[in-house]
């Protein structure tokens, strides 16, 4: 079993739509969680970081933590073609764990 | 203002050969990495160092080697290259090995094994 899990996509949805990207992840004692956005054939930049359950809102990005559920969320507001990159979910247990990503569109 | 730099972006090796991944931050970080990115598989931790003057295996660390040459510097070697080791290397860093802390990534060396 993978630590962390997300879907890999493509998720695709309309400018100007609400754009929803989850993250599950294994283990419990896990304490700090992390989206990073990743450009086609770049780097990862990080964007948000959330370690307390509830949201964290940023801008146009919110992070949302429930770690009875064991599940942490990036919806991203008033979504731009800018925005379509691949979304990586990053979860410590001690070590970093990193998502495979999901592959986000966004159409004009 | 830089970040983290790595060197070089591509590179195309003979299996058998030989070479070095080179990365330097210029934030005063504390802690460095090694990753690789592959189709489907994510991001997996190949080596890091908590701190100047200590390294640690990852996830995936077999056919490397790693070197803290000072703080700023943190090198990944590949002794005798295979083509399974195709892939992009990320170097990474972070204020300090914890918990709380997002990493800043280098721009990623794109490495063919043929």
């Known amino acids: 079993q993978k630590e962390v899990e997300q879907n890999s996509g493509p998720l695709s949805v309309p400018e100007g739509a609400i754009a929803s990207l989850n993250c599950t992840y294994s283990?419990?004692?896990?304490?700090?969680f992390f989206w990073y956005r990743q450009y086609s054939g770049k780097s990862p930049e990080l964007i948000m970081s959330i370690y307390s359950n509830g949201d964290k809102e940023d801008g146009r990005f919110t992070a949302q933590l429930n770690k009875a559920s064991q599940y942490v969320s990036l919806l991203i507001r008033d979504s731009q073609p800018s925005d379509s990159a691949t979304y990586l979910c990053a979860v410590n247990f001690n070590k970093f764990y990193f998502g495979s990503g999901t592959k986000l569109n966004v159409k004009p | 203002n830089a970040g983290v730099t790595q060197t070089p972006k591509f590179q195309v090796l003979k299996t058998g050969q030989s070479m070095t991944l080179q990365c330097a931050q210029d934030m005063n970080h504390n802690s460095m990495y090694w990753y690789r990115q592959d189709p489907g598989m994510g991001l997996r931790l190949i080596y890091y160092?908590?701190?100047?003057?200590?390294?640690d295996k990852g996830e995936v660390p077999n056919g490397y080697n790693v070197s803290r040459l000072n703080k700023r510097e943190f090198s990944l070697r590949l002794e005798s290259a295979a083509p399974s080791q195709t892939s992009v290397y990320f170097c990474a860093s972070s204020e300090s090995y914890g918990y709380n802390y997002g990493y800043t990534f280098g721009s990623g060396t794109r490495l063919t094994v043929v």
């Open positions: 283990d419990r004692v896990s304490q700090s």
């Open positions: 160092s908590a701190s100047e003057g200590t390294t």
